[in-house]
C-alpha cells in the first residue's frame, strides 16, 4: 500500500477546502470503502481527510413525520433509531441486511451512498473497466457476469450498485443534502445515482471536494408497515442478488398507495416506476401484482451468467408486494 498523508478536519468549510484543493484528496469517514479502494488500486487518492469529528452524527425524528439522518451517522445507530425503526421500517431492515455488524458500527451512511460496485472487474486492477479506466472497455460484457445488472444498463457498463439502504431511500424519495465549493444544495435521491450511458466513470452528481451533509426522508405515512427483503446466495453478510423495499396501501382491496425499489438488479437503486403505475387503482392480488413485475422487468436487458434475476426480480416484487398487504 502506497504511502498516505492525513489530516483531521474541525469543520465542514475547512474539509471542504481542503478536499477541493487539491484531486488526490479523499474524504474519510469510516474507511469502510475508502480504503479497499486504496488498497486495490482504485481510488488514486494519497492525501485523506478525516471528518469524523464533524457534528454531522444526529438521527432525528422531523416534526412532520420524515427524518433527518446526518451523513456521519453510522449504519448500526441508524438502524436502531426508534424513529428509523418506527415511520420508516424499510429503511431499517435494509441497513440490518447491508453488512455485517462490525462493519455497521463502523460504516456511515453517507460513505454508503458514496460505495462504489463491488464489481471484480473494477477492483482486480487489470481488466478493461471503464469506471476505473474510461474507454478500455467493459470486461464484465463478455465475463462472468452473474451478479451483474439488467435493468439501466449500457453497452459501457453493467455494474450493479451494491447499497441496501439506497433501495430503501430511493423507495421514499429521500433528499441528499451537501455542502461543498459552491455552497450547499439538495439532490434529489433518484438523481444522486447516474446511469452508466456512455460515462460509467460518472456515478453521481458531485463536485470533487462537495460533502455529503445529511440525507432527509420526507414524511409519508405509507412506510410505516414498509418491508424490505433481500435475496442472496448466502443468508450471512453477502450482497443482494435481488432486494425489494415495499410499502403498500390498500384501500377496500384496491391499491390506493404503493412505493416500490430494487436493488442487486439495477446500474443504480431503482425505482420501480412502471410497477407502481401498473398497481395503482387495481385488486390487490396476486394476479395484479404479477401483472406489474412483469411490467417492470419487460425491458431487462440480462446477459450470459445473470438470466434468472429477471424472473428472481419477479417474485421478489410479488412477495413482497403480498407481505407488505398482509
Known sequence: MRPL??????????????????????????????????????????HLVDINALPLAGVEATADGGLRIGALARMSDVARAPAVAERFPAISRALVLGASEQLRNMASLGGNLRQRTRCAYLRDGVSPCNKRAPGSGCAALEGFNRGHAILGTSDHCIATHPSDVAVALVAFDAVVETHGPAGGRRIAIDDFFLEPGTTPDIEHPLAHGELIVAIDVPPAPIARRSIYLKFRDRQSYEFALVSVAVALEVREGVVAGVRLALGGVGTRPWRARRAEAALLGQPADAIAFRRAAQAELEHAAPREHNGFKVELAKRALIRGLAEAGR
Request: glycine residues 8%; negative net charge; hydrophobic residues 50%.
Open 5 to 46: 498523508t492525513y489530516t483531521r478536519a474541525a469543520t465542514i468549510e475547512d474539509a471542504v477546502a481542503l478536499v477541493a484543493a487539491d484531486p488526490a484528496t479523499a474524504f474519510l469517514a469510516g474507511g469502510t470503502t475508502e480504503v479497499d479502494l486504496i488498497r486495490a488500486g482504485v481510488s488514486r487518492a494519497d
